[in-house]
T-cell receptor, first 116, second 110 residues
């Protein structure tokens, strides 16, 4: 496909479980971002990668959250010991251009996480 | 603190009427501002950016540094403009590390 792909689209889990959310960016896009969108809120920045390395992880809420991008393409967001407050739509986005004033960030459809 | 405020959760207008979606920001520096839109069952996508001073789908937005505002305007609303609109501020220059507002749902009534 041509767009950013996220799996699963829906995930229901129990409190305390471990969850992985996957993002497949557009081919060739070096910048990859994760955002979280809670009900009634705008997207909130979590982390971004430039290539394989996390350039800025200041938005990760605590150490239960971790993300990797080992080969500079696919990224996985990992959440340990999930809590009900983690319930949200997790958005992934990618771009070939680092500058938002000239480039564009392309979003996926999101992974909806529900923690019971 | 850096912040984006969209005071209206919902805005309903009739087709052909003017539209103004409000956005105010708080930022200590030279702001880079954007409008994103999400149509029903579609992905979040860029509508316009202030630096381009462009008109997209009839929408324009002017950065007013004195009032710290970046309101989105369209003179004549169309039904296809119905969507969720988010104002965003680039929180770190040269990145897509955005600070988003809470969004305004625009409903254009026939």
């Amino acid at each position: 496909g041509a767009g950013v792909s996220q799996t699963p689209s829906n995930k229901v889990t129990e409190k305390g479980k471990y969850v992985e959310l996957r993002c497949d960016p557009i081919s060739g896009h070096t910048a990859l971002y994760w955002y979280r969108q809670s009900l009634g809120q705008g997207p909130e920045f979590l982390i971004y990668f430039q290539g394989t390395g996390a350039a800025d992880d200041s938005g990760l809420p605590n150490d239960r959250f971790f993300a990797v991008r080992p080969e500079g393409s696919v990224s996985t967001l990992k959440i340990q010991r999930t809590e009900r407050g983690d319930s949200a739509v997790y958005l992934c986005a990618s771009s070939i251009n680092r500058d938002p004033n000239t480039g564009e960030l392309f979003f996926g459809e999101g992974s909806r996480l529900t923690v019971l | 603190a850096q912040r984006v405020t969209q005071p209206e959760k919902l805005l309903s207008v009739f087709k052909g009427a003017p539209v103004e979606l409000k956005c105010n920001y708080s930022y200590s520096g030279s702001p880079e501002l954007f409008w994103y839109v999400q149509y029903s069952r579609q992905r979040l996508q860029l509508l316009l950016r202030h630096i381009s001073r462009e008109s997209i789908k009839g929408f324009t937005a002017d950065l007013n540094k004195g009032e710290t505002s970046f309101h989105l305007k369209k003179p004549f609303a169309q039904e296809e403009d119905s969507a969720m609109y988010y104002c965003a501020l680039s929180g770190r220059s040269g990145t897509y590390k955005y600070i988003f507002g809470t969004g305004t749902r625009l409903k254009v009534l026939a």
